[in-house]
């Protein structure tokens, strides 16, 4: 059993910034890709950030420039820095994660934590 705990979200105003972060337990030897997606109301689920197990990264072209992915491998945890926030990165924020376990590579997501962003 795989557990994402995440944390951080919350009501912010534009411009400000928030730090996301998501924390995976339970049974797993390695951990491969670490993300952050985010599902706003009304539509479908999108990438926002990807960190590598080497720590190679990418972002979509909407948060370049304003987002920061970052892992802490003995932890076993993700971040995300969002900084400049807009009313338009309002959305449910998921943790996504890739990993080596009994039954092999797996995935799993995270209940998600909700980001308001007011104008």
């Known amino acids: 059993q795989v557990q994402l705990v995440e944390s951080g979200g919350g009501l912010v105003q534009s411009g400000e910034s928030l730090r996301l972060s998501c924390a995976a337990s339970?049974?797993?030897?390695?951990?491969?890709?670490m993300a952050w997606y985010r599902q706003a109301q009304g539509k479908q689920r999108e990438l926002v950030a990807l960190i590598a197990m080497g720590g190679s990264t990418n972002y979509a072209d909407s948060v370049k420039g304003r987002a920061t992915i970052s892992r802490d491998n003995a932890k076993n945890t993700v971040y995300v820095q969002m900084d400049s926030l807009k009313p338009e990165d309002t959305a449910v924020y998921y943790c996504?994660?890739?990993?080596?376990?009994?039954?092999?590579?797996?995935?799993?997501w995270g209940q998600g934590t909700q980001v308001t962003v007011s104008s």
């Open positions: 339970g049974s797993i030897f390695t951990i491969y890709n």
């Open positions: 996504y994660v890739v990993a080596s376990t009994v039954l092999g590579p797996k995935s799993f």
